[in-house]
């Protein structure tokens, strides 16, 4: 290939653009329910396959096991264990943040699974693999349905 | 050609089509394919491996949406790819599913498509700006319509082809979708209702043009010994065919699809078919706009070249013709959920060849049938053919 | 489809109800920003263009004279081999005349597009582009037309130095 030799980078164009698009996501059949419960009542809800014995949170409409169609709804506990977790300094968009954010993968007590959140009210020196959380809500006229109804995850006992 | 494994269709799933769905893409996929495998009576411990097509990432605002719709699609711990090229990705999936089973590797394949364009505002039209070249193209303004408007243009000059004759294709589809339980806008309207209604991009009028639109597809595929014990009648793939163009669209005559008839003929000989009009039962071609089944007639070497306008005119494509086009009701009637599109024209040859298409059903008993998408920008074909 | 299914899946909700929120939606807007590498042909391309000329590259093997110019011939997938000047005229291979904006928003007053078989270039090797001055009743395939550009002092190396093409004086 008779590749022309740049050595001048102003000699090589780049187009600026950006790619625009605004996005509105349903929860879906299972993700309304469960945003439903979070908003209202403050509980955390999965669903259980009979067949496989799973409970799952987050919880869905089947099981990606056994193919059957989930409509038994359980109400999860609101704790848990840190299965793993970071300590970001950084934001999304690289930008030095002014107190680092505990990210967790928490696994929820007795259920297939768990939630990846943030973790408060503890020092990130002070967080251990395996440490018991519980999950703090925001006040109900603050919930909207979302996962920030929850604010965080803070150790107990 | 050597193949190790002769494979069927054994079992297929349709969602409806619908502009905005509840349901997330994964449920959507979950309920096409859990459908699919009850109408072949198996579970998922039976399926050996998982192909999946699904369009723009953009529509649904979730990249990597190959990996997002596993689960629903039944992949979970399964060997499992994603294909995507455009609007050929509804039939070029069945075609990948297909290559699973006749490789040997494989004796039962998901084949699954979704698409869930109802997630991108304004319009999911704004999503496509994304697939247009970013200097040559977007600074002037590119949409979509106006390069299909384009293609349907020059297509009508190089033939002389009327508006009126192109018209008749969306009256047969939307009447034909009548029938379809699943449709998202069947109607009975008039040659005149097309020409009347609005002018988006002269010459492609709103009543030329297929919905956006939410759905997904399923079929499962098996290998010959496997699918005889499934069911006493599969559907063989006999043929499969894909061919892609240019993305220099500027640079190509767009009266004719020649990429559409290099994967026609790849598929028919492979299927051994010589005389494609004679012995083809049914077809199911690409219609996102009403031209487009004309123009892919030709490319599928079902008529000459300027000749389709003349079949429709006739009534030849109609369900009760010597060569029925989109009995279904195509896209134009069911609806253009992109990748979800394709594999529902598979799923009704599937039908039609089982004499399972109630009230859509082609008379005469049809026993070879094919379907076509394409896709990108005006350059992609992907064909199937398909025997009882 | 098959007679026997009796419930097709799926639940249909309006639009209406997503952008009011009767139906609960997460909301999320990307802001990705980009910053595409042209290469080396389309970097002369535009550079030309901010000179208000269009150039093209040849291949020597299948004889195409080629725009948007490419270092590479897709048919003969060879280096292509020279720089070809182009004329800023042509002829009109298919046009369209469209009410919708890039956003799928209504206009009022048409936007009349085409695609341009350039002179010099090789039959059928065209571009895409706007035109205008042109009454939408009085444009014909075949249609001679020439380019219309902006001052020099305004033009930026874009695609867009080039405001459209208008019908030539036979």
């Known amino acids: ?157 | 050609m050597f193949v190790k494994k002769r494979v069927a269709v054994v079992g297929a799933g349709l969602t409806l089509f619908r502009r905005n769905l509840k349901e997330t893409g994964r449920e959507l996929a979950y309920e096409a394919t859990k459908m699919a495998l009850d109408s072949a009576g198996l579970n998922l411990k039976d399926i050996e491996c998982v192909t999946l097509g699904t369009a723009p990432d953009a529509f649904d605002g979730i990249h990597m949406k190959g990996e997002n719709l596993l689960d629903g699609a039944g992949a979970w711990r399964k060997p499992y790819s994603r294909v995507f090229v455009g609007g050929g990705t509804g039939v070029f999936v069945a075609n990948s599913g297909w290559w699973h089973v006749a490789s040997g590797l494989f004796d039962t394949c998901l084949v699954v498509a979704e698409e869930k364009m109802s997630s991108c505002f304004p319009h999911p039209q704004y999503a496509f700006t994304t697939i247009f070249d970013p200097i040559v193209d977007r600074p002037l303004g590119m949409n979509l319509v106006w390069i299909f408007a384009l293609e349907m243009h020059r297509y009508m000059h190089v033939h002389g082809i009327k508006k009126e004759q192109i018209a008749l294709v969306s009256v047969k589809n939307k009447r034909n979708a009548l029938d379809h339980p699943c449709a998202q806008l069947p109607a009975k309207i008039t040659v005149e209702d097309v020409l009347n209604s609005e002018v988006m991009v002269w010459p492609v009028q709103r009543l030329d043009i297929s919905p956006t639109s939410d759905g997904a597809a399923a079929l499962v595929l098996a290998s010959e010994d496997v699918a005889k014990k499934i069911t006493d009648d599969p559907v063989w793939i006999d043929g499969v065919g894909w061919c892609i163009d240019s993305t220099y669209w500027t640079n190509r005559d767009l009266y004719y699809p020649e990429y559409v008839e290099c994967a026609a003929r790849m598929a028919y000989k492979m299927a051994g078919i010589k005389n494609p009009p004679k012995e083809i039962d049914v077809a199911e071609p690409y219609d996102p706009f009403d031209y487009k089944e004309l123009h892919h007639m030709e490319g599928l070497l079902l008529c000459g070249k300027g000749e389709a306008p003349k079949l429709t005119e006739e009534g030849v494509t109609q369900r009760d013709g010597d060569l029925p086009i989109n009995p279904s009701g195509g896209l134009l009637g069911v609806g253009n959920p992109i990748a979800a599109a394709g594999l529902m024209k598979i799923c009704e040859i599937f039908w039609q060849l089982r004499g399972e298409a109630g009230k859509r059903q082609v008379p005469g008993d049809p026993r070879t049938g094919l379907a076509q998408a394409w896709g990108d920008l005006m350059q992609y074909g992907s064909v199937i053919v398909m025997r009882s | 489809m098959s007679a026997k299914i009796k419930k097709y899946p799926g639940e249909a909700i309006k639009t209406e109800d997503l952008r009011k929120g009767r139906v609960p939606v997460i909301r999320w807007k990307p802001k990705a920003k980009y910053a595409w590498s042209v290469g080396v042909a389309m970097s002369r391309f535009l550079k030309e263009l901010k000179n208000g000329r269009i150039i093209a590259r040849k291949c020597r093997k299948c004889g195409r004279i080629l725009v948007p110019p490419r270092m590479f011939c897709e048919l003969c997938f060879r280096s292509t081999d020279e720089w070809v000047y182009v004329k800023d005229t042509g002829v009109v291979n298919t046009y369209s005349i469209s009410y919708l904006a890039a956003d799928a928003r209504r206009l009022k007053e048409p936007i009349i597009v085409a695609v341009i078989e350039l002179d010099g270039a090789s039959k059928g090797i065209g571009i895409f582009h706007h035109l205008g001055e042109v009454k939408k009743e009085a444009v014909k395939f075949g249609m001679k037309v020439k380019a219309v550009w902006k001052p020099p002092e305004e033009r930026t190396g874009a695609i867009t130095d080039i405001k459209y093409f208008k019908p030539a004086e036979v």
């Open chain 1, 1 to 157: 290939m008779s590749l022309e030799k740049i050595g001048d980078p102003h000699k090589t164009k780049h187009w600026m653009g950006h790619m625009e698009c605004d996005y509105s996501y349903t929860h879906g059949i299972a993700g309304e329910k469960f945003f439903k419960e979070l908003k209202e009542n403050a509980r955390i809800m999965g669903t259980k396959c009979k067949k496989c014995g799973f409970i799952y949170v987050l919880p869905r409409l089947f099981c990606e096991r056994c193919f059957e169609r989930l409509d038994e709804w359980v109400e999860a506990s609101k704790r848990g264990e840190v299965h793993t977790y970071t300590v970001a300094h950084i934001d999304v968009d690289g930008n030095k943040l002014k107190e680092p954010i505990i990210w967790a993968m928490v696994k929820i007590d007795k259920v297939h699974g768990g939630m990846v959140h943030r973790l408060g009210e503890v020092d990130p020196k002070d967080v251990k693999i395996g440490m018991r959380v519980e999950a703090v809500f925001k006040d109900k006229k603050e919930r909207t349905g979302s996962m920030l109804d929850i604010k965080y995850f803070k150790p107990v006992g």
